[in-house]
């Protein structure tokens, strides 16, 4: 099993160097300082696992993990970090494990134990079925089937389920690429939830426009129209 570690700080990652010792079974393909260094090097060594620190300089582990979503093989994932406040969201991203610092062996033999032990193989980009969004103060653990819609805000995106509509630091695209086949793309800007529309009619153009259960409109670009039509049979 070839791992990389992915960590601004030298000595966690010499320490993980260290730890790893005595599991002849993972040799580490290389080192990352920032997520920068990260891609190039999944790119060129293309790991079964990343050793992921989530608070570097420049971007999160967080983002490292979208910007690869779309790759056919993606490799495991165990969050190493010194804060537990990133748990549930690593639960949402499907990571193997997560390790607090100072990580002890016990806890490492158990992570690598449970990479082993998932079935691989099955691409690893699983649907979401749930997020975990925090806004401010207020924090949400939502499952996908509650989101009616998506739509995007520049470099992030606004998800609407119930009376909410928190942003999230996401793009759509790759939000699309973890949704499940119920989430279609209406346009360039919103995602919908087709399992959300009330009821839909034609525009004279051939637009689709949908009505979703709460009222909310959306309308489908012509090119989606008619993907939709075809998914839909009509």
Do not use: C
């Not at 990133?86 to 158990?110: G, I, N, Q």
């Not at 089937?145 to 996401?170: C, D, M, Q, T, W």
């Amino acid at each position: 099993m070839r791992a990389l570690l992915i960590d601004d700080e030298r000595r966690a990652r010499a320490e993980m160097r260290r730890l790893l010792g005595a599991h002849p079974e993972v040799t580490i393909a290389g080192e990352a300082a920032n997520v920068s260094e990260a891609k190039e090097m999944i790119t060129r060594e293309r790991p079964d696992l990343l050793f992921l620190d989530v608070e570097m300089p420049g971007a999160t582990g967080f983002d490292l993990l979208d910007e690869i979503a779309s790759r056919e093989q993606t490799p495991a994932v165990i969050f190493t970090t010194a804060f537990d406040r990133y748990a549930l969201r690593a639960f949402e991203v499907r990571a193997a494990d997560y390790l607090l610092k100072p990580v002890t062996p016990e806890r490492l033999k158990a992570a690598l134990e449970h990479v082993r032990t998932e079935d691989r193989s099955e691409p690893q980009k699983l649907p979401l079925d749930q997020f975990f969004i925090r806004e401010g103060e207020r924090a949400w653990m939502v499952r996908a089937v509650e989101i009616k819609l998506i739509e995007a805000e520049g470099n992030y995106a606004r998800l609407h389920f119930g009376e909410n509509r928190p942003l999230i630091l996401r793009s759509l695209q790759t939000l699309q690429a973890r949704l499940d086949e119920h989430f279609f793309r209406a346009n360039r800007s919103q995602i919908v939830n087709l399992r959300w529309i009330a009821r839909m009619e034609l525009e004279v153009d051939g637009a689709v426009r949908a009505v979703l259960k709460d009222g909310t409109e959306v309308i489908f670009s012509r090119r989606q129209s008619q993907a939709l039509k075809e998914r839909m049979a009509i």
